[in-house]
Structures are given as C-alpha cells and as structure tokens.
Nanobody, 128 residues
Framework: QVQLVESGGGLVQAGGSLRLSCAAS????????MGWFRQAPGKERDIVAA????????YYADSVKGRFTISRDNAKNTVYLQMNSLKPEDTAVYYC?????????????????????WGQGTQVTVSS
C-alpha cells in the first residue's frame, strides 16, 4: 500500500518561506516521478511542480517559477517543495502525488489524472 504523508505547511507572511516535505512508503520511490499540486478554495487542483525519478528533469508552473524549488532525496524516500517569496495567492492546500504507472522516465506528467497516489494535503496560508 503506497502512502504519501505531507508536512511543513502553515501560516506565513507574504515574502516568507516554507518547505514542504512528502514522505513515501510502500513503493519503489526512486523509480517514479513525483508532483506537487495545490487547490485553493473554489478552484480546481493545479500542478505546481514535478520531478522525474532522478531529479534530472523538473517542471514548474509559470506562477511559481523562480520562487519554488522541487527536489527529492531517494535515499530518504522524500520529495520537497521549497517555497520562497510567498504571496497571498499561494494560499491553498498542497498535495504531493506519485506517478507509479511510469518508471525511469525523463519527463513528467502534468495532469492530475497521471498520478496514482495522493497525500492527504497540507494547508499553506500566506497573509498579506
């Protein structure tokens, strides 16, 4: 049974930073791409960033480019999202997701339907 557990969310002032972590278990973590998504109230869940199995390929939504960094530590079965220069519009529930259908790819899937397992989500609130 694949389990993803996010941590690191919270309340921060605009301009501040947070680091989200997602610990995976029950899968061969090092083989799969991982993604971070977010969902604000009344909005659809959108991709924020994704990283392939090795970390050699990453994707960022335009809204977070230059501010967020996705990384992974395969030895720790953990993927991270470093969020800097946070803005009130970054307020959302953040979810990590695992794409275990494809392994050892040099690309990432951008749609949420391409991800098979999801964490429970962690709230990020940025005050102005």
């Amino acid at each position: 049974q694949v389990q993803l557990v996010e941590s690191g969310g919270g309340l921060v002032q605009a301009g501040g930073s947070l680091r989200l972590s997602c610990a995976a278990s029950g899968c061969t973590f090092s083989s799969y791409a991982m993604g971070w998504f977010r969902q604000a109230p009344g909005k659809e869940r959108d991709i924020v960033a994704a990283i392939n199995w090795s970390g050699g390929y990453t994707y960022y939504a335009d809204s977070v480019k230059g501010r967020f960094t996705i990384s992974r530590d395969n030895a720790k079965n953990t993927v991270y999202l470093q969020m800097n220069s946070l803005k009130p519009e970054d307020t959302a529930v953040y979810y990590c997701a695992a794409d275990i259908t494809r392994s050892y790819t040099d690309y990432v899937v951008l749609g949420e339907r391409g991800y098979d397992y999801w964490g429970q989500g962690t709230q990020v609130t940025v005050s102005s």
